[in-house]
């Protein structure tokens, strides 16, 4: 597996995929890899003929007083198990490379309706910033389908509409959650979490299949949500939101049939997501 710093060099690699004819499969990550990862490089490596990953903390999706700086850098680490899981080409640039002109003066990519609320309600031009670095990664690599993680769920959906409304021929593939044993989904933010608030983590998981059950068994919606948010409590979370939505992210009506459950919930510093799908009886 080749690694590359700057633009021209992946051009060129990019080049020589296409005249081959190959379709290239493309895993946008911020790094720290873990199965979850490993997963989206295992469905890549089912669509396409070549693999590339990137690796970019994007720091425009980060707010003030994130955790940009502490955001773990394992470059040795990752190309391993990139290497090791068939990844054929690893961009990891600056950020100096990606942003020459600064963040401040940088062009931004803004899907709106979709990336309101939820995460987007706390943490403020967080989607803007994904969506931009996506934007751009999807012009640098001009791939035929990208991978993406339905743990990030609104992130899906806004890269989804940032692909139909700019018009991409890029093919979004979202792929199932991977969960540890006890059900908490991998994340790299579960690194900051002390053994204690590890052992609490899979609660949120705990709530929302509880709820899911609540649900598809008829109960009613609000009470539901305020359980869970109740249940979250005990448990020692801080809840940022726990909805109900429509698989579009848009609200739940008499005739939603597919629906999604999705929590973001702090432990101490650490803000974890997870989402689950459900079926709501006719
Ligand atoms: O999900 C992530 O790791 C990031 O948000 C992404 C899609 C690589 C953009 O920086």
Redesign the pocket.
Known sequence: MRTLREIPPLREALDEFRRRGQRIALV???GNLHDGHLALVAEARRRGDVVVATI?V?PL?FGAGEDLDAYPRTLAEDQAKLEAAGCDLLFAPETTTLYPRGLAAQTRVCVPEVSEGLCGGDRPGHFDG?AT??SMLFNLVQPDVAC??EK?YQ?LAVIRRLVTDLHLPVEVVGVPIVRAADGLALSSRNGYLDAEQRATAPALYRTLCALRDALEAGGEVAPALDDGLARLRAAGFAPDYLELRDAELGPVTTTTRDAFLLAAARLGPTRLIDNLSLTLPR
């Open positions: 946008p990550t911020m970019f994007n999706q994904v670095v996506v993406f993680g990030d992130q």
